[in-house]
């Protein structure tokens, strides 16, 4: 009787893997953050300039891989979730509009569109300014940085420089086909 059992959930099991077809994944998209210390920490280079930090406000190079087909635009974001904002965060980066056939920002793009990829658009972050601003966390404090890289269906997401970091969340909504963080630190010493 239980080999019987046995026989049939087998027969079973082996016709429902005939009958479903191979699929193919590909590989998920991926984002790497260079310039930061062996620890995965930002360094002077890249903090603010501002807000009692006294970095020197170099926007990291950044660089993602297997974007997913049918991707027409590239977002990258960064943005501080530990924030003392209410829950609110912090948004330091925005640059959407970015063609699908790049793969990084390079370090010090941000504000030169020399460097920046061609077509390549920055918009509001929460210090009020369209460009890079590094992380600057109040004194004695460590805080994440999250780096998005998305990936749209859209060819432009349809923002000024003047947009707001919600702005942008919002015409991206709906046309986001993949995404990858990475997520880096600071720790800001105490005098």
């Known amino acids: 009787m239980r080999l019987g059992i046995f026989l ?16 193919a994944f590909a590989d998920p998209l991926t984002v790497a953050v260079d310039d930061l210390d062996h620890d995965g920490q930002f360094t002077n280079a890249q903090v603010y300039n501002g807000f009692g930090c006294r970095g020197d406000n170099v926007s990291p190079r950044i660089s993602w891989a297997h974007v997913p087909a049918g991707t027409r635009s590239i977002v990258v ?7 003392p904002t209410g829950g609110l965060g912090w948004t330091h980066w925005v640059v959407v509009d970015i063609p699908p056939s790049e793969t990084s920002i390079r370090k010090g793009a941000s504000g030169d569109v020399r460097l920046m990829p ?6 509001l972050t929460d210090f ?6 590094g992380p600057c966390p109040p004194q004695g404090e460590s805080h994440r940085y999250i780096v998005t890289v998305s990936a749209l269906s859209i060819p432009r997401v349809g923002v000024k420089p003047t947009s707001s970091p919600a702005v942008v969340a919002y015409q991206m909504h709906g046309n986001i086909l993949g995404q990858a963080r990475y997520i880096a630190t600071y720790h800001r010493a105490s005098n």
């Open 8 to 23: 049939r959930s087998s027969i079973c099991a082996t016709v429902l893997c005939a009958a479903v077809p191979a699929v």
């Open 77 to 83: 974001t960064m943005y501080d979730p530990d924030a």
């Open 118 to 123: 061609v077509g390549a658009l920055e918009t």
């Open 128 to 133: 009020g300014e369209s460009r890079y601003g």
